[in-house]
């Protein structure tokens, strides 16, 4: 039973973290929380955020109290009592902090003291957001477009739904144990095994069973709401794929380009009234669906919590998404929401204007995994495969398009155009309209080999707008490989988003030729700003993406910055560690008045948080576009992650200050069963090494030793730059030490790089911020509190009760691989728990 929540003022709020990395769920919230600490702890709150993930940031923030605590409910009761939390915001922890906080309601007693707010949603709504059903009732009551459904708990039930309903359907867990899944059934001889794997990942062994709609379009609409019910509308866009593929594996667009503007404006409205009905006080994401032939439009998905699109949105429209949804929850009225300088005072009661077009193009694991000889199935669904998403900006949808493909950086050998040449006929039909994950390369194929636009769209369910402009595409590169190495040519493939490199292919030439004859004729970018008035207001501009017009919005940075390459769309074992890593170097170098300026392409990424740099670029990160900048802004140095080599490659040849941030493309393997990996981890300050601890992996798991380490055993490597390394040995080791004896350091040793999961795990593990740390010594700027680390760690070797391990995150789910995956290696899942030392083997 809810209780009524007395409304109190507010001192002392507690956000609740999104944990683990996960499909889905990509690092999104811990940004979002990290980024309005800040403002929210400069209006006098007092913050304290609860989280068990090793990347995140928000538990490092001088704005708050991070604690670092395994998300349960009874942490969550036992910080509340400790800490005196007056309000709970879970909306920003997405949708793992909503359910639990929803449990910690559920299981609040009275012995258990006053229960503090729920902060952006009342405890009887946020329930009702949680069951689903409900909510769908209430809206279905209010005239709302919804599918037919009902809820199960056996099979017989479930046969006689079926029934009634008859197939397709989508079957999704109600109340899950992990992510919020829904499985498609459109073969009989599927809905018995459906429905028991679906059952098996409820808490209560229910089932949600509703009427399949695919093949209709599908909407997403962002809305922001104060206390007073004063609405507006973010943004909106749309999946290029119909309804019966995930919508984070397929192509979006924003603005909405194919829908008019009075269903549209339908939408919005359904939105608002569904905002005002649960008495919202933030943001929300509300998907559509829309049926063209009858001009119905159904809501499929309610998400009042901070997710992947409302970061998107933040970053595709300038506005401050994060920050006004946070002040929102506080009760704070639209017009008197509080933004930095760097924003219009009107900004926040102003609805975006769009005057450019994005797509975004997921990204998939399947290189890596057959990199690692191992088979999944690649047909898409409703079932999530993608691990991340990489963004193209243009003024165009060509222009924006060809970005995005150049800034997902495919490494699957089955997305390339000489690949696409060899399918068969067969094939191709087979994989429109059973898609994968070349499903763009695969259409523009299809467009070569002569087929029709209007039987391509029936095909695919796919709208011909988009078809036409595929063949746009294809018009300008056969214009430009037919062409004869002209300035207009050049221009018009420019002013379309190719680059450099891809020129140079199509006229059998190199980057640098081309590269020349852009100067030699002024084909030079022009850099527009994102900002949520698109020109109306004046103000101070800090993201831009390049494009081919006349005035150029980007002023170069005063003084000598820092020019950083981002680590792109996240992949399996090249993901949210790298974000946190390259998000600490900026943060650092900004605290040390370094003029920062960062290149990336993924609005999930931490790296794009406005506070962090002076300026974003918001493009490709191939050596064509980085010149670009570098042309433009002059930095004095540029720092690159170690896994691009080839870009490390092309900026040294053009004679540029590149500083190499050590990074391998992934993680290390894990050590085979029955081993143990030990790492002796030391941090070299450009002349002294100083051992910090020996870190024990196991299959799955990490934790640190109680051994002191002599210093002489490392005094004689041979380091080229300051950072964080490890001496790496291994031994039929399957049980947990306390102390090891240390190898042959020339023979049965191998040195590396600290992966950036074992910075972020040493940094919370050992209470040392050892990543900023690493920036200070590349600027020599060591300072008296570092020193004290690394004297302390030398005298004393208690090492840490604190474990890294990895689950499974339901790939079976997901992926379906033909064997067990190394989870070490692919880094998603990882989270940090509490181990006793003194505990035998395999206890936890």
């Keep these: 039973m809810y209780k009524k929540i007395t409304e109190t003022p507010v001192e002392k709020v507690l956000f609740i973290g999104g944990g683990e990395t996960d499909f889905g769920l990509q690092g999104e919230s811990d940004a979002a929380i990290y980024q309005v600490l800040p403002i929210l702890n400069g209006l006098g709150y007092t913050i304290t955020v609860v989280d068990d993930n090793p990347y995140s940031l928000a538990l490092e923030s001088p704005a708050a109290t991070g604690i670092l605590k395994t998300l349960t409910v009874a942490n969550i009761k036992k910080i509340i009592q400790d800490q005196q939390i007056d309000a709970v915001y879970p909306l920003f922890g997405g949708i793992r902090a909503i359910r639990l906080w929803d449990q910690v309601v559920a299981e609040w007693r009275l012995e258990d003291g006053q229960i503090p707010q729920s902060l952006g949603l009342a405890a009887a709504d946020l329930h009702q957001i949680n069951n689903g059903t409900q909510l769908f009732q209430r809206l279905d009551e209010a005239g709302l477009g919804v599918t037919a459904s009902a809820v199960i708990q056996t099979q017989d039930e479930a046969n006689e739904l079926l029934r009634e309903l008859e197939l397709p359907l989508v079957v999704r867990a109600q109340k899950p144990i992990q992510g919020t899944t829904r499985q498609i059934v459109d073969r ?201 998403s990489a963004l193209g900006f243009g003024r165009t949808f060509v222009e924006a398009m060809e970005k995005a493909i150049r800034s997902a950086h495919f490494n699957n050998r089955s997305f390339s155009p000489k690949y696409m040449a060899d399918v068969s006929d067969d094939e191709l039909i087979q994989q429109l309209i059973h898609p994968q994950d070349n499903r763009v390369l695969l259409l523009i194929e299809a467009l070569r080999r002569g087929y029709e636009v209007d039987e391509l769209a029936e095909l695919t369910n796919i709208d011909e707008f988009y078809f036409y402009q595929l063949k746009r595409l294809i018009e300008i590169e056969r214009s430009v490989d037919q062409s004869n190495k002209d300035a207009q040519s050049l221009r018009m493939a420019k002013k379309s988003g190719f680059s450099d490199g891809l020129i140079a292919r199509f006229w059998d030439t190199d980057f640098q030729e081309v590269r020349q004859l852009a100067r030699s004729h002024d084909v030079i970018p022009t850099y527009k700003a994102l900002e949520p008035s698109a020109g109306e207001f004046p103000e101070h501009e800090r993201q831009f993406f390049a494009t081919f017009e006349e005035e150029n919005e980007s002023e170069p940075v005063d003084n000598q910055s820092v020019l950083i390459i981002g680590p792109g769309a996240f992949r399996m074992g090249d993901g949210v560690s790298a974000g946190y890593m390259t998000s600490i170097t900026l943060s650092e170098l900004h605290r040390l008045d370094y003029q920062t300026i960062i290149m990336n392409n993924n609005a999930a990424d931490s790296t794009l948080l406005p506070h962090l740099s002076d300026k974003q670029y918001l493009e490709p990160l191939e050596t064509s576009d980085v010149m670009s900048v570098v042309d433009l802004e002059k930095p004095h140095a540029i720092l690159v992650p170690g896994n691009r080599k080839k870009l490390i490659a092309a900026l040294t040849d053009l004679n540029q200050n590149v500083i190499v941030f050590p990074k391998e493309k992934h993680h290390p393997a894990r050590p085979e069963a029955g081993q143990s990996e030990f790492c002796l981890n030391f941090f070299y300050d450009g002349q002294t090494k100083h051992p910090l601890v020996i870190l ?149």
Excluded at 209 to 215: E, L, S, Y
Aim: contains cysteine.
């Design 188 to 388: 009989l001889d599927d809905f018995d095994r459906v429905v028991q794997q679906v059952m098996d990942q409820s808490l209560t062994n229910e089932v949600l069973i509703a009427k399949a709609i695919n093949g209709l379009k599908e909407i997403s609409v962002l809305v922001v709401r104060d206390r007073d019910g004063n609405c507006l509308q973010v943004g909106a866009a749309e999946d290029m794929d119909p309804i019966g593929i995930h919508t984070a594996d397929s192509l979006s667009v924003a603005p909405v380009l194919t829908i008019s503007d009075p269903v549209m404006q339908k939408m919005r409205a359904q939105a608002f009234l569904i905002a005002n009905m649960i008495g919202l006080k933030g943001v929300m994401h509300v998907q559509f669906a829309y049926d063209e032939k009858t001009g119905k439009i159904y809501v499929i998905k309610v998400s009042p919590y901070l997710d992947q699109l409302a970061n998107r949105m933040a970053v595709m429209t300038g506005y401050p998404v994060m920050l006004v949804a946070a002040q929102l929850a506080m009760g704070i009225r639209l017009t008197n929401v509080y933004l930095p300088n760097a924003f219009h005072q009107k900004t926040a009661i102003m609805e975006p204007v769009m005057d450019h077009i994005v797509v975004k193009l997921p990204v998939f694991p399947f290189g890596d995994l057959d990199a690692s000889n191992i088979t999944v199935n690649r047909q898409l669904n409703s079932v999530q495969k993608s691990v991340g």
């Design 696 to 844: 024990q992996q196991r299959p799955g798991e990490s934790r640190l030793l109680k051994q002191k380490i002599n210093s002489d055993f490392i005094d004689d490597l041979d380091l080229s730059s300051p950072g964080l390394y490890q001496v790496i040995w291994r031994a039929d080791i399957d049980t947990w030490v306390d102390q090891v004896s240390l190898p042959n350091l020339t023979v049965d040793t191998w040195l590396r790089p600290m992966p950036y999961g074992h910075i972020a795990y040493l940094t919370k593990a050992l209470g040392m911020p050892l990543g900023r740390m690493v920036v200070r010594a590349w600027v020599d700027k060591l300072n008296e509190a570092d020193r004290k680390f690394l004297a302390k760690m030398a005298a004393n070797h208690e090492g840490a009760s604190l474990a890294m391990v990895t689950s499974d995150t339901d790939y079976a789910l997901h992926l379906q691989p033909d064997k067990s995956l190394d989870m070490t290696r692919f880094e998603m899942g990882a989270k940090l728990v509490p181990f006793e030392s003194e505990q035998a083997d395999g206890e936890k």
